[in-house]
C-alpha cells in the first residue's frame, strides 16, 4: 500500500523527481555539456593553455629557423606543394597559350644567365691573401662550393685529354682534383723535378706563396716555361684535334699567368706597368673575353684617376649587346656623378629643380641600382665589407662585396659622389615597385640569387637580400597564438575562479549564435521530424 503511494506522488510530481525526463535530446546535450565544463578545475584550464603555448612555440621556433635558412615559410611551402595540388590548384603557365610561351622565352634564358656563377676577376691570390686572413681572424673566407668551383675551373683552362702522355702535365691533371691542400702543393713540387711545368708554378704561387712578392716570382717563372709551351703547340695546332686542344690549353694557361702578373703589378703599387700589361694582353687575345680582364683595367685606370681612359673602355664595353657587371654599371654612375657632385645639394635641387647633367647623374646611379641593389650599403658602409669570394652572381651580394671591395676609395676619392649617391640611390625602389615582375632598364631581378649567394659566401656574413622579404603569415599568427596562450596559462594561475567565470561565459557567447540558430529549426520544423532528426 505504501509502495502504491509511494508510485502514484511521482506521477504526479515527475517534473520534479525526474527532470530529464522531459527534456528532449536536444536540451540533454546541452545540460550533460554544461555539467562536464562545472566540473573542470582551474588546473585543466592551466593545463591546457600552457600545453597549446609550448606547442605553438615550438612551431614558431621552428618557423622561425626555416626562413632564416631557406627564406620561406615551411608551412606556406607544404601548403603550395603538396595541398594546393590536392584541392585542385592548377599551375597558370599550362594555361597559356603556345605564342605566350615562345615569348616568355627569351626572359627565361636571361634569367637562367643572370644565375650562372662567373668566376670574379679581381680574385684574391689564395696563399698570399686568403689564407693570411684565416691565420689572423681564425675564420675560413672561402666556402667548399665556391672552391669546388675553382677545382672546376682549373680542370677545364689547365687540362687537356693528352695530359697523360707528359709525366709532369699528368701530375699536374691529378692535383687540381685534389681537396687537399697540401697534396696539391706536394704534386706541384713533384712535377716541377721531372720538368719546367706551367701550371706547377701557377698551382704555387696561388696557394704557397704567403706573399704578393713571392707569387709574383713564381708567376714568371710560369711565365718562361708556359710561353715555350705555348709557342711550340702554336706550330702544331693544325695538325689534329689533338694538338689543337693543347694550344687551346697553353692559350688558357698563358693568358691567366699574364693576367695574374699584371694583378701582382696592381697590389704591390706599379698600377701604370699593371696597366700597359692589361693593355697588351687584351690586344693579343682579343676574344678570350672569359677572363673579363678589362674590369681589371677599369680598376686600375681609376686608381690612376684617368677618367678620359676609363670612358673609353666604357664605351667599347658598356654596349647593349654585352653582358653588364656591377663594375660597368657603377663605373658609368660614378664618370657622371663626377661632373656634378662637387657641386650637388639636395636643398638646392629641391628648389630650382635638377639640371640636366645631374639628372644623367642620378638615372645613371638608378640604373647602376636596378642592376645590383646591393651595391649602395657597402659603398656607403651601411654594411660591413668581406673578403669578395673566388666566384660572384651577377646582380647578388657577392658580386656587389666584390665590386665595393675594390672600388669604395675610388668613390670616396671623387668629392661629394657618396653623397650624390645617399640622396639618390632609394629612388630606384619607386620606379620598379615589383623587381621579382617587371624592371625598368634590364630583365625582372633574379629570385635565384639568395640561394647561390648563400653558398658562395661565409657562414658568418649576412646575406643582403633583394627585395626584402616581409615575415610570413604563419611566423606571425605562431607568435600571436603563442602568446595569447601563454598569457592565458599565466592568468589562470594566478586568477583561477575568475578565469573560469570568463570560460564559462566565453564559451556560452560563443554557442549563443548555435543556439538561435537550433531554436528556430525547431519553431519551423514539425516535432515528430525532429525527434527523429535527433534520433538519427
Excluded at 594555361?95 to 636571361?110: A, C, L, P
Excluded at 666556402?143 to 693528352?162: G, K, R, W
Aim: charged share 20%; with cysteine.
Amino acid at each position: 500500500m505504501r509502495l502504491c503511494k509511494v508510485k502514484a506522488h511521482c506521477v504526479q510530481n515527475s517534473t520534479s523527481c525526474c527532470p530529464e525526463t522531459t527534456l528532449d535530446p536536444r536540451h540533454r546535450a546541452v545540460l550533460a555539456v554544461s555539467m562536464f565544463l562545472n566540473t573542470l578545475t582551474p588546473k585543466f584550464y592551466v593545463a591546457l593553455t600552457g600545453t597549446s603555448s609550448l606547442i605553438s612555440g615550438l612551431i614558431l621556433i621552428f618557423e622561425w629557423w626555416y626562413f632564416r635558412k631557406y627564406g620561406t615559410s615551411f608551412i606556406e611551402q607544404v601548403s603550395v606543394s603538396h595541398l594546393r595540388p590536392l584541392l585542385g590548384g592548377v599551375d597558370n603557365n599550362s594555361s597559356n597559350n603556345s605564342n605566350s610561351s615562345n615569348g616568355d622565352s627569351d626572359s627565361n634564358r636571361q634569367s637562367v644567365s643572370e644565375c650562372k656563377v662567373w668566376r670574379n676577376p679581381l680574385n684574391l691570390f689564395r696563399g698570399a691573401e686568403y689564407n693570411r686572413y684565416t691565420w689572423v681572424t681564425g675564420r675560413e673566407p672561402l666556402t667548399y662550393y665556391d672552391m669546388n668551383l675553382s677545382a672546376q675551373d682549373h680542370q677545364t683552362f689547365f687540362t687537356c685529354d693528352s695530359d697523360h702522355l707528359r709525366p709532369a702535365d699528368a701530375i699536374m691533371q691529378k692535383a687540381w682534383r685534389e681537396r687537399n691542400p697540401q697534396a696539391r702543393i706536394s704534386a706541384a713540387h713533384e712535377a716541377l723535378e721531372i720538368n719546367e711545368c706551367a701550371t706547377a708554378y701557377i698551382l704555387l704561387a696561388e696557394e704557397e706563396a704567403t706573399t704578393i712578392a713571392e707569387a709574383e716570382k713564381l708567376f714568371k717563372q710560369a711565365l718562361k716555361a708556359g710561353d715555350g709551351c705555348y709557342r711550340r703547340s702554336q706550330q702544331l695546332q693544325h695538325h689534329g684535334s689533338q694538338y689543337e686542344a693543347q694550344h687551346r690549353r697553353d692559350t688558357n694557361v698563358l693568358v691567366y699567368i699574364k693576367r695574374r702578373l699584371a694583378m701582382c703589378a696592381r697590389r704591390l703599387g706599379r698600377t701604370r706597368e699593371a696597366v700597359k700589361m692589361m693593355r697588351d694582353l687584351m690586344k693579343e687575345f682579343p676574344l678570350l673575353s672569359m677572363f673579363n680582364i678589362h674590369e681589371n683595367l677599369l680598376e686600375a685606370l681609376l686608381e690612376l684617376q684617368a677618367y678620359a681612359d676609363v670612358q673609353a673602355v666604357l664605351a667599347k664595353y658598356d654596349d647593349i649587346s654585352l653582358p653588364k657587371s656591377a663594375t660597368i654599371c657603377y663605373t658609368a654612375a660614378l664618370l657622371k656623378a663626377r661632373a656634378v657632385s662637387d657641386k650637388f645639394s639636395p636643398e638646392a635641387a629641391s628648389r630650382r629643380g635638377l639640371s640636366t647633367a645631374e639628372m644623367n647623374a642620378v638615372e645613371a646611379i638608378h640604373r647602376a641600382v636596378e642592376f645590383n641593389p646591393h651595391v649602395p650599403k657597402y659603398l656607403l658602409e651601411m654594411k660591413s665589407l668581406i673578403l669578395p669570394p673566388e666566384h660572384i652572381l651577377k646582380r647578388g651580394d657577392s658580386e656587389a662585396i666584390a665590386y665595393a671591395f675594390f672600388h669604395l676609395a675610388h668613390w670616396k676619392r671623387v668629392e661629394g659622389a657618396l653623397n650624390l649617391l645617399h640622396c639618390t640611390w632609394e629612388g630606384t625602389f619607386r620606379m620598379i615597385p615589383y623587381p621579382l615582375e617587371k624592371g625598368h632598364l634590364f630583365y625582372p631581378y633574379p629570385i635565384c640569387t639568395e640561394t647561390a649567394d648563400r653558398e658562395l659566401l661565409p657562414s658568418f656574413h649576412e646575406v643582403s637580400v633583394y627585395p626584402k622579404k616581409e615575415l610570413p603569415f604563419f611566423i606571425l599568427f605562431t607568435a600571436g597564438l603563442c602568446s595569447f596562450t601563454a598569457m592565458l596559462a599565466l592568468l589562470t594561475h594566478q586568477f583561477p575562479e575568475l578565469m573560469g567565470v570568463f570560460a564559462k561565459a566565453f564559451l556560452s557567447t560563443l554557442f549563443a549564435p548555435l543556439n538561435f540558430v537550433m531554436e528556430k529549426v525547431e519553431s519551423i520544423l514539425p516535432s515528430s521530424l525532429w525527434h527523429q532528426l535527433t534520433r538519427i
